[in-house]
C-alpha cells in the first residue's frame, strides 16, 4: 500500500463466487473459492480505477491454489461448474493446517494458532 497524501494505490482480493461438490486433483471432494485479485487507486479511500485484474481458484480441502487463463475467466464467473484441466496450478503462499484447519504462511513448520506440526 502506497498513500501519497490523500491519493494511494492498494491490492485488494475478495471471493467471487463459491463452488461445491468438486472433486480437487487431491482426490478429495471438496469446496472452491474463485477469487478475484487486483490493483486499485484511491482518493480518500474511495476507489478510482482498478487494474491488473487476475482470478484464482482456491481449493478449501489442501488450500491448491489454481490460476485461471483470461480465456476461461467469463466463462467461469456465470457457469456452475469448475473444469480443473483448463486451470495452471500455481504455488501457494499458505498451508491449511491439518488440525485447527487455518491458513498457515507454506515456510512455518508449526501451526502459530494449535500448534501442531506442518
Known sequence: MFFFG???VQNKS???KEFNNV?????RLSSMQLIEEYMYFHFFFIPIF???RK???QARC???L???PEDYKDELLTSDT??????REKESPYKICPSCGKYVDSNYKYCPYCGAEL
Open 62 to 64: 489442501c488450500g491448491r
Open 50 to 52: 482498478r487494474w491488473g
Open 6 to 8: 490523500i491519493f494511494g
Open 23 to 27: 472433486i480437487c486433483r487431491c482426490g
Open 14 to 16: 475478495r471471493v467471487v
Open 66 to 68: 489454481y490460476e485461471v
Open 55 to 57: 482470478y484464482f481458484v
Open 82 to 87: 469448475i473444469d480443473l484441466n483448463r486451470l
